[in-house]
């Protein structure tokens, strides 16, 4: 394995750790705010983080990342992304929502021929098939039924995998063709920006009030935790890690966020999980191994 390879398989360990934890952060921080406001001040409070660092040390990165109409079309893929997601868990659950949502994976290959002239490996589409089987195993656990939901959900989960298939695949174009030597955190802040904006419109949107008057202490920390692990490193890490792998190889490793707050579950927690979750976490492990182990999909 190159050097390369191993870069960047480094960095992006730490967005599939950091938005692997995000549910289990969610789940406890939901309990003392609502969604829509949680959604904003995660994305508030690691701008207002990265702020000072961003001012004083990459302002001189913004000039250039603006020039490039890649810069906004990647954060704008990622407001859409987001956006429709939340929307579709409206109508349908949060786990179907998001086995829907990751099935950005499908489109990738398709969206990287289009942006990035990548061929098509068949060793990717085979992941690629092998991975969706191990996500709905996972979602589902065992009962497709679970699926027989509300089509306005579908619909727009459905739409949030163009963005997703459009954000990883143009932030790899962006780092790897348009500009040399992008710089990650300049990037990340002006995507993590636009996000922020986003949330607080969809918040006044929905009636949610922003108040961080009426945030309790608690509810402070997990926003705080959710900013730092799961979006400022998350974030920029992610965007490292495409100077040094494919968005192809990318798309399906990050599948392994699933199975991290299931792990964490029963290291920590003592919990049990059904053999469907156990069974769906190995599956998409294979699916990883035999993409790094075959896969000749490299940047250049």
Request: net charge positive.
């Amino acid at each position: 394995m190159s050097d390369q390879r191993i870069k960047g398989f480094a960095f992006l360990s730490l967005p599939i750790l950091g938005w692997g934890i995000a549910p289990i952060i969610v789940e406890f921080g939901l309990r003392f705010l609502e969604p829509l406001p949680f959604l904003a001040w995660r994305f508030i409070v690691a701008l207002l983080i990265s702020t000072p660092i961003i001012m004083y040390y990459k302002r001189q990165h913004f000039a250039v990342l603006f020039r490039s109409k890649w810069t906004l079309i990647v954060g704008l893929a990622q407001v859409w992304a987001i956006t429709t997601q939340y929307l579709s868990q409206l109508y349908i659950s949060p786990s179907i929502s998001a086995t829907i949502s990751y099935s950005y994976l499908i489109l990738v290959p398709f969206v990287s021929r289009l942006l990035l002239d990548k061929k098509i490996e068949r060793i990717h589409i085979l992941a690629v098939l092998i991975a969706i089987v191990g996500l709905l195993m996972i979602t589902s656990d065992g009962d497709l039924s679970a699926f027989n939901t509300d089509y306005r959900g579908i619909l727009l989960a459905v739409l949030s995998t163009f963005g997703f298939a459009t954000y990883i695949v143009s932030a790899s174009r962006l780092v790897t063709k348009e500009i040399e030597n992008v710089d990650s955190l300049a990037l990340y802040y002006i995507i993590i920006f636009i996000v922020s904006i986003m949330g607080i419109i969809l918040a006044l949107i929905f009636g949610s009030s922003i108040d961080p008057m009426i945030i309790p202490s608690k509810g402070w920390l997990y926003i705080i935790l959710l900013a730092i692990f799961s979006t400022i490193i998350a974030y920029s890490a992610y965007i490292q890690s495409l100077k040094y792998i494919s968005a192809n190889i990318a798309s399906v490793l990050l599948l392994l966020q699933i199975v991290i707050p299931y792990f964490i579950e029963v290291i920590f927690l003592d919990a049990s999980i059904s053999f469907w979750i156990y069974m769906g976490g190995l599956i998409i492990l294979f699916a990883s191994f035999i993409l790094i182990k075959f896969s000749k999909d490299d940047l250049h």
